[in-house]
């Protein structure tokens, strides 16, 4: 059964610096997504990665596929306040579309 | 125009009660889905639909029953309302066969508060 562990649970920024996120994941996903997540909101889909070596970017966001890994990476550059929000990663498989979710990342961007 | 609605936003009921919530999508998707999110934000699939079809049914207690009327509707009914059962459900939808495929269209939510 697929298992996604991201990293880190929490994350404080200052605004203009860069980080990553990690999403781990625990056996074959044909494909992983990337959410945002503000307070009392809903979830809106980021990304959509399909293959090895999959890289897509929107704005200040860049998230990026390695199968062989096991690992997605979302990596925000000079963060600004308005990035602040639960991020979410989830991975599904061809046949089986439920989305198995990552614990989320609480990500602050401070000014 | 929107995509994916949920009825009602908030939902606050006691302990043994039956509840409903609805939800709609006008997005002309063949699968709907139910998820749960709880205090600590942790989303977990309950049910699938596809073409008014269950697909997916994780172990979920049977005092959820989900119904889908047509592909465009799909909703859960609560038994027996439980503390626990109180948590964020969002529905969602998706297509097949386009390009983004199994990217899902998540609703509003609806926060269910059992006292």
């Known amino acids: 059964e697929l298992k996604v562990e991201q990293n880190p649970l929490f994350l404080s920024m200052q605004e203009g610096k860069n980080y990553t996120i990690y999403c781990n994941y625990s056996?074959?996903?044909?494909?992983l997504y990337w959410y945002r997540q503000d307070p009392g909101k809903s979830l809106e889909s980021l990304f959509v990665?399909?293959?090895?070596?999959a890289v897509k970017q929107e704005g200040r966001l860049m998230a990026s596929l390695d199968t062989k890994a096991r690992l997605s990476t979302l990596h925000i550059t000079a963060a600004v306040h308005d990035l602040s929000a639960t991020y979410f990663c989830a991975g599904s498989n061809f046949g089986n579309e439920k989305l198995t979710f990552g614990t989320g990342t609480r990500l602050t961007i401070i000014p | 125009d929107t995509a994916v609605s949920q009825t009602p936003k908030y939902l606050v009921t006691q302990m043994g009660n039956d509840k409903s919530i609805k939800c709609e999508q006008n997005?002309?998707?063949?699968?709907m889905y139910w998820y749960k999110q709880d205090s600590k934000k942790f989303l977990k699939i309950m049910f699938s639909?596809?073409?008014?079809?269950?697909?997916i049914n994780e172990t979920v207690p049977n005092r959820f029953s989900p119904k889908s009327p047509d592909k465009a509707h799909l909703n859960l009914h609560i038994n027996s309302l439980e503390l626990g059962d109180s948590a964020v459900y969002f529905c969602?939808?998706?297509?097949?066969?386009?390009?983004?495929?199994?990217?899902?269209?998540f609703g509003p939510g609806t926060r269910l508060t059992v006292t």
């Open positions: 997005l002309g998707h063949d699968t």
């Open positions: 990665l399909l293959s090895n070596g």
């Open positions: 639909y596809n073409n008014k079809e269950l697909i």
């Open positions: 969602a939808s998706s297509p097949r066969g386009s390009g983004r495929e199994g990217e899902q269209y």
């Open positions: 056996t074959t996903s044909d494909r």
